[in-house]
């Protein structure tokens, strides 16, 4: 049975990926809690950090949503390195150059309550 880890009402996560979704840059807060260190991340793809748990039609709404240029949140349900997991509310921001094209994303996370994860539990098995 996989770890839980939840996070502290302090924790906040912020990452950044290329345009095809490799890991950039990862602050402090989300080294610690996803359990890899910084030179374990950078070049990574991000989407193979997401729980086995998570809908791949969640992960795709994500990925299209950022690809047209549009900001996405939700929840979502990620893995640690020990194969635990975490649960964080997501901003996803893309980045793009001045002719729009697409650069990369930013993601920013923070804890979501209980009640926010037992709704996105319930969503996530709906679809």
Not at 64 to 83: C, M, Q
Not at 94 to 104: E, I, Q, R
Not at 107 to 112: A, D, L, V, Y
Request: aromatic share 14%; glycine share 6%; proline share 5%.
């Amino acid at each position: 049975m996989s770890r839980e880890y939840v996070l502290k009402e302090t924790d906040f996560l912020v990452f950044q990926t290329d345009a095809q979704g490799k890991i950039l840059f990862a602050n402090e807060d989300y080294c610690h809690i996803s359990g890899y260190g910084l030179d374990e991340l950078i070049g990574k793809p991000e989407n193979q950090l997401y729980h086995p748990d998570m809908p791949e039609s969640v992960c795709n709404h994500l990925r299209e949503t950022a690809k047209k240029g549009y900001a996405w949140n939700g929840y979502l349900k990620k893995r640690t390195k020990d194969e635990g997991f975490y649960w964080v509310f997501a901003m996803l921001f893309p980045m793009s150059d001045d002719s729009h094209n697409a650069t990369g994303y930013t993601m920013c996370c923070r804890k979501p309550s209980p009640e926010e994860i037992r709704s996105a539990w319930l969503l996530n098995a709906a679809v």
